[in-house]
């Protein structure tokens, strides 16, 4: 034990100390700080000595690019959220809560690109050959492009991708992995951040596509996806509603393309399916005739999201009213009820407020803000919004109704899905154009907004 020493890293996001301490500096989480003893020795792999290679600065002009042609994953969502396709050699780390369903998604992409005649190699450390045959009946037929790997320990993993040389590996999850030269536990950072380490140097120097699973931990001893997020190239979060059969991919991270698009699929029986048309889903099952209810529109990424935003207002029974935010920013809910009590009048001092965003979708872009003060005018009131009405519009602090980006992009999606009236701030008329079979209501203040529903 000469050359071990004992440090201690937070397990969220990966801060260092020589001593424990029970909030982390960097994240400002509690308890997350554990034990780990680690080679006092710098370059724990071992295989790379850096001064004996003579290297060769490259001219840029002359880098082609011709060889980084995007594989397709057959799976559109998930290829618009790659930002085209999966890079050769690149490392992707898909994280999500435990049953979400990365399993599942990494297994359908395998089937596609063996589909493509791609050689795909899915190392799993979490289930046996035989639970993943069992899922993968649920998925469909695989070719023989596809091969199955239950292993935990990285220096065979090294040596199985080298024999078999496949296009794309998967990794799932890199919890289970583990290095010999590492004495810690798998799924503590010392081996999170050594097995990520070795599957960079695998994905860069063999030009292999690996995406990496990571599991999100609320508590205990396993280092959480954040620790490696900085080593990947890519990195994609999988949320989505405990209770709601819908889920959502979202790029936190991309060296290759846009950080603002999703993805959404539903978990069917059959494997995860995709969602082509989000806004219809969502405004799925929505009630006729009910005060508190509007539609309002997010861009996520280059797509309008419609979305019913629901609110409820109603005499508080103690002293300090009670407000919540259900998929939204609880704060800027408090803000615009502020907005409303001082610029508009409208007493809500003494009111409970519940807002809800229908369908269990997170929400924070401002565009909504207008969607949320109508809402809760309209329960407060207890007047009905017509349905066939969307709206969309910051609010500012002297309410005033400011302008939002793409807004000819949200007319557009309104009308597609049927909807007759769009109200939008007056700023962004020239934007906007005059679009055909579609009535706009443009306002520059929030009482404007409020006397044209009342
Ligand atoms: P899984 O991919 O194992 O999650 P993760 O790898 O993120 O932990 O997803 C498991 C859940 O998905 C489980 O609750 C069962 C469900 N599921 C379906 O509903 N349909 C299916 O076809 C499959 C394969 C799984
Ligand atoms: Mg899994």
Redesign the pocket.
């Known amino acids: 034990l000469k050359n071990k020493k004992t440090v201690y890293f937070c397990q969220e996001c990966g801060y260092e100390s020589a001593k424990w301490m029970g909030q982390c500096p960097g994240c400002k989480a509690w308890n997350t700080f554990v034990e780990e003893t680690v080679s006092a020795k710098k370059n724990p792999s071992g295989n790379l000595k850096s001064s004996e290679k003579r290297q060769d600065p490259v001219i840029l002009k002359d880098i082609s690019l011709s060889e980084d042609e995007r594989q397709t994953t057959q799976i559109g969502e998930l290829d618009r959220v790659l930002g085209g396709g999966i890079v050769p050699g690149s490392l992707v780390l898909v994280g999500?809560d435990?049953?979400?369903?990365?399993?599942?998604l990494l297994l359908q992409v395998c089937r596609n690109l063996a589909e493509n005649q791609v050689t795909v190699l899915y190392i799993s450390g979490e289930e046996s050959l035989r639970q993943i045959k069992l899922?993968a009946n649920?998925?469909g037929d695989f070719n023989d492009k596809m091969q199955l790997l239950c292993e935990t320990n990285l220096e065979v993993i090294r040596e199985v991708i080298e024999r078999k040389k496949p296009d794309v590996v998967v990794i799932d999850s890199i919890q289970t992995m583990f290095h010999e030269d590492v004495s810690s536990a798998p799924g503590s950072v010392s081996q999170v951040r050594e097995s990520t380490n070795i599957l960079m140097q695998i994905a860069k120097g063999m030009g292999i596509s690996v995406f990496i699973?990571g599991h999100v931990t609320k508590e205990g001893n396993v280092a959480g996806p954040r620790v490696l997020e900085h080593m990947v190239d890519t990195v994609l979060y999988f949320e989505g509603d405990r209770h709601a059969s819908y889920r959502v991919l979202r790029a936190v991270k991309n060296r290759f393309g846009s950080t603002n698009e999703i993805g959404v699929f539903e978990?069917?029986?059959?494997?995860l399916e995709e969602v082509k048309n989000p806004s219809e889903y969502m405004l799925n099952g929505r009630p006729e005739d009910a005060s508190g209810s509007v539609v309002a529109c997010s861009m996520e990424g280059t797509r309008p999201i419609l979305v019913e935003i629901q609110a409820l207002v109603c005499q508080s029974n103690f002293g300090i009213p009670r407000r919540t935010a259900v998929g939204t920013d609880f704060n800027r809910v408090n803000l615009l009820m502020a907005v409303l009590e001082k610029k508009v009048g409208i007493h809500l001092g003494t009111s409970d407020a519940y807002v809800n965003i229908a369908g269990g979708m997170k929400m924070t872009e401002p565009a909504i803000d207008l969607g949320i003060c109508l809402a809760i005018v309209s329960s407060c009131k207890d007047v009905v919004i017509p349905d066939k009405v969307m709206v969309f519009g910051e609010v500012g602090l002297s309410g005033e109704i400011r302008a939002v980006s793409m807004a000819g992009q949200r007319v557009q999606e309104a009308k597609k899905l049927g909807f007759e009236t769009v109200m939008l701030p007056e700023v962004c008329k020239s934007s906007v154009g005059k679009p055909e079979g579609i009535n706009l209501v443009y306002v520059s203040q929030i009482r404007d907004a409020i006397s044209y529903i009342m």
């Open positions: 999500g435990p049953g979400i369903g990365k399993s599942t899922r649920r998925i699973v978990m069917c029986n059959t494997g």
